[in-house]
């Protein structure tokens, strides 16, 4: 039987950027500290301020490409109705292929977190557990979702937030020698150094894009769109300029013995193990929020994919008491299961 129920316009702007911020992650400045640390040659701040000059550029086209054309989709839908259907095809395979790993990769990382604090459970009996969560919450309800979003992703800021202080509490304590300059470079660093530094962090801000597969469960979408995109890019900006700026000014000469870990000995270094195991639960759960958006938004991309015939419409059905793409949402749960 067809279905001709709708998605539900629940989302209003502060859902959707937190939506947004939840795919990307605030707390990915620390997980991959020790990577875009050595890449830039510790110039962290010089990095992310020209990432965030590019970012911003795509930022704004996504904002006009969502006032243009208000429905879900994402680039899938936009590169389609203002390009070449073709064209649309091949992209919309290329972003479903991204926000499909984002999502077994959220789910995986969450399995190994979790059995590095708990070595007695297997990491696939967690796996299976945070797979059937984030499967529940998703087929419940857009709304419900984005407000446990909401909750995980303020519990990063204040985490970012809290660090911060703590930086600040003891340059005021110990006094602070180095050079105030932010963007000074150091000895020995060249800027091809930090444009490379700057083309890895550039992955920091991904998922501000993902809240356009979104636009049909969003209040006036192109109003709503627009002013999420720039928020969540802005918001993200303004976390990674002070965090760099400060552990650059505070901690220059700071070392790590595994690039891999980097952030956790920051951490350590920063407040000890009190402080690192803080870290390591507020990592958990923004990789859990992380899960949840992706699947939302690799669910609503097939969606739109159905509808358009790309796929079998059975990918276009709606539940009609939850109003949601649940024949989706289990599809993609049993995948992330099969690749993690």
């Not at 095809?89 to 790993?101: E, H, K, N, Q, R």
């Not at 192109?222 to 900006?237: D, E, F, N, Q």
């Not at 920063?270 to 992706?294: E, H």
Request: with cysteine; hydrophobic share 55%; charged share 10%.
């Amino acid at each position: 039987m067809e279905n001709t129920t709708t998605l539900k316009r629940d989302l209003s702007l502060s859902h959707v950027v937190t939506m947004g911020l939840a795919w990307m992650s605030p707390m990915i400045f620390f997980t991959s500290f020790g990577v875009l640390h050595e890449s830039s040659g510790g110039m962290l701040l010089a990095a992310y301020a020209l990432a965030f000059i590019a970012i911003l550029f795509t930022a704004a086209s996504y904002g006009q490409m969502a006032r243009a054309f208000p429905v879900s989709g994402s680039a899938y839908t936009y590169v389609s109705k203002a390009m070449n259907p073709f064209l649309g095809f091949l992209v919309g395979w290329a972003i479903l292929l991204d926000y499909l790993f984002s999502c077994i990769v959220s789910v995986l990382m969450f399995g190994v977190n979790l059995n590095a604090q708990f070595p007695t459970i297997p990491s696939s009996v967690w796996i299976l557990f945070i797979t059937l969560i984030v499967m529940v919450i998703n087929v419940i309800g857009i709304k419900p979702l984005a407000n446990i979003s909401k909750l995980f992703v303020l519990m990063q800021i204040i985490f970012i937030a809290g660090f911060c202080a703590l930086l600040v509490y003891k340059a005021l304590e110990g006094g602070v020698t180095t050079d105030l300059n932010p963007l000074a470079a150091h000895e020995g660093v060249s800027f091809s150094a930090i444009l490379a530094g700057a083309s890895l962090v550039c992955f920091s801000f991904l998922g501000f894009d993902s809240i356009t597969t979104m636009a049909e469960e969003t209040k006036e979408p192109k109003k709503t769109i627009p002013r999420a995109i720039l928020l969540i890019v802005l918001s993200a900006g303004v976390m990674y300029f002070l965090t760099a700026y400060l552990i650059q000014l505070i901690v220059p000469g700071f070392s790590y013995n595994n690039v891999d870990s980097a952030g956790y000995e920051l951490m350590q270094s920063i407040g000890g193990n009190v402080l690192a195991g803080i870290f390591t639960f507020v990592i958990i759960f923004s990789i859990l929020s992380q899960g949840l958006s992706s699947m939302t938004t690799v669910t609503r991309l097939l969606f739109v994919m159905g509808r358009t015939s790309l796929l079998p419409k059975k990918f276009a059905s709606l539940h009609p008491k939850y109003r949601t793409p649940v024949f989706n949402i289990v599809l993609m749960s049993i995948v992330s299961l099969s690749r993690s």
